[in-house]
C-alpha cells in the first residue's frame, strides 16, 4: 500500500511539474517576401509572365498577383535584346509582349524583371523542337467482350498506340483526350481528358503516370513512345469510327519538366495528409518560380 502510494505521489508531482514550453509567432524567423514569376514560353505565343510575391507558412494573406506600370520585363534570346513586356492590369494582370514576336525552337532565352521594391530577378532556359510524329499504328484489343450484332462489340478492351517521333528531345509530358462517337452517330460528344492509366510500354524510357499526366524522360532522347490504356466497359463499333484520340505531347525543357512534374504531385496528393511534402522546383534568381519552354504537339487518331 504505501509503494502505491509512493507511486501515486510520483505520478502527481510528474504531471503537475513538467515543463511546457510554447512559441510565440514572434519568435520564428521573419520571412522576407519574393518576387514570384511564372512564364511558360512557346512558338506558339508570345511571352507572358504572371508576377506574384512570396508569403510566409504562416501567413494567411490571399494570393495576389502584382501590378504595376512601373515594372519592367526584358526578354533577350542567344543574349541579344528580343522584346520587352508591360503589364495589361485587369482582374487578373499578365505581363503581356509589346511586339508580339514568338520564341523559336532550339533558341536559349533570359528575362530579366525590376519590380518596385522586391529588386531584380532573372532566369534563363531553351525553346526545344517539337516531336512531331513520323508514323503511328494503334489497335484496340477487345476484352471479357461480346457481340450485340454484326457492327458492335460490348465489353472492355486497351488501345495500343506506337508513335515514332522526330526527334530526340530527352523530355516529354502526355495526356490523352478522347472524342467518343455514342451508337454510330456522326455526331461527336466532345474531346474530355481520359484519366485511365496510360504507360508506354518502350522499357528504353523512363515514365511515371501521375494526376492523369505521362511523363516521359531518357537521357539519350525520346523517339519512340508505345502508349497503352485500358477502358472501362464500353462499346466498340466495327464498320463506322468509335472514338477520336487526341494525342497531346508536350517537349519540355528540364526545368520545365521538372515544375509540370512536381505540380501534378501536389495535385495527386492534395488530399492525402500522409503524402510527403513536394517543393516547387525553382530556376529563377533572386526570387521563385518557372521560365521554362514548351513546345506542343497534338496528334489525332481514330479507332
Known sequence: ????????????????TSCEK???????????????????????STFKFVLSKSLSPIDNAPF??????????????????????????????????TTNRTASALHNYRFECNYPGLGK?????????SSSVLKAKGYYTILNSYYDNDSVINGNYF???????????PYLMVFIQKNSYYQGSSYPTGYQEIYEDITDL?????????????????????????????????????????????????????????????????????????????????????GYGIFGGVNVTNYLISF
Open 202 to 286: 518502350n522499357s528504353a524510357n523512363e515514365t511515371e503516370y501521375i494526376a492523369s499526366r505521362l511523363y516521359i524522360s531518357n537521357s539519350a532522347g525520346v523517339k519512340n513512345i508505345n502508349l497503352k490504356w485500358t477502358t472501362d466497359y464500353g462499346i466498340v463499333y466495327k464498320k463506322r469510327t468509335t472514338a477520336d484520340y487526341n494525342i497531346v505531347v508536350y517537349s519540355c525543357s528540364k526545368a520545365a519538366f521538372d515544375y509540370l512534374k512536381r505540380q501534378s504531385l501536389q495535385w495527386e496528393n492534395q488530399d492525402d495528409p500522409f503524402s510527403q511534402p513536394t517543393p516547387m522546383s525553382n530556376n529563377i534568381v533572386n
Open 121 to 129: 530577378v532573372s532566369g534563363e532556359d531553351y525553346l526545344p523542337d
Open 159 to 169: 488501345t495500343n498506340l506506337n508513335i515514332e517521333l522526330s526527334n530526340n528531345n
Open 22 to 44: 510554447t512559441e510565440k509567432v514572434d519568435n520564428f524567423p521573419r520571412h522576407e517576401g519574393k518576387l514570384v514569376a511564372n512564364c511558360f514560353f512557346t512558338s506558339d
Open 64 to 97: 495576389k498577383q502584382l501590378n504595376s506600370t512601373k515594372a519592367f520585363i526584358k526578354i533577350y534570346e542567344d543574349n541579344i535584346f528580343f522584346d520587352s513586356l508591360v503589364c495589361k492590369g485587369g482582374l487578373y494582370p499578365t505581363y503581356t509582349s
Open 1 to 16: 500500500m504505501k509503494n502505491l502510494f509512493i507511486l501515486t505521489a510520483l505520478l502527481f508531482t510528474f504531471i503537475f
